[in-house]
Each structure stands twice: as C-alpha cells, then as structure tokens.
Nanobody, 129 residues
C-alpha cells in the first residue's frame, strides 16, 4: 500500500520560495503519475501541477505556470514542487497524490482528483508579509 507524506510547507513572504516534497513509502512511485493539488479556505481543491510516470510530461495550472516546477526523483521515491515568486493567493493546504499506475500518460491537460488513488495528508503554505 502506497503512502505519501508531504513536507516543506510554511510561512513565506510574497515573492519568496518554498520547495514541497512528497515522499512515497510502501511502493515505488516510479509507475505513478504524481499530482499536486491545493485547497484554500472556503474554496474547492484544485489541481496545480502533474507529472507523468511514462514520458515525464508535465502540466501546470495557468495560475502557477512559470512560477512552479514539478519534478520527481525515482531513486529517492520522492516528488517535488518548487514554488517561486509566491503570492498571497497561493496560500492553501497543498496535497500530493499518486494515480494512473502503469498507465502511459502524456499530459496535455489537467487531471481530475478521481484519477488519483493515494493522497498525502497535506502541508500548509501561507504567503503573507
């Protein structure tokens, strides 16, 4: 059974950077598409970024494109979300998720929460002066 644990959240000033990590255990992340989602207070959870297991293709929501970078290190069984130029509107609980095991996926658009079977507990990111 795959388990995911996020870390790296915290309080940062606008314009600052954070790197979130998503460590997998119990199974290899190699075969999974990884997604990062976030949920701000009073809002629905939204997909932020995704990375395919098969061809390394990525997708970013328009709101983070050019500022966030998703990556994975299969040797460390860990995925990352590098967040630069952070804005107050990036404040949310960030979740990593894994899904589409063994399915070759080229990411040309966003994925849905229902595509992901495994979820971390979330890590809080607060962007404030």
């Amino acid at each position: 059974q795959l388990q995911l644990v996020e870390s790296g959240g915290g309080l940062v000033q606008p314009g600052g950077s954070l790197r979130l990590s998503c460590a997998g255990s119990g199974s290899s992340l190699d075969y999974y598409t990884i997604g990062w989602f976030r949920q701000a207070p009073g809002k629905e959870r939204e997909g932020v970024s995704f990375i395919s297991s098969s061809d390394g293709s990525t997708y970013y929501a328009n709101s983070v494109k050019g500022r966030f970078t998703i990556s994975r290190d299969n040797a460390k069984n860990t995925a990352y979300l590098q967040m630069n130029s952070l804005k107050p509107e990036d404040t949310a609980v960030y979740y990593c998720a894994a899904g589409l095991r063994g399915i070759a996926t080229h990411l040309a658009g966003p994925l849905h929460e229902s595509d992901f079977n495994y979820w971390g507990q979330g890590t809080q990111v607060t962007v404030s002066p």
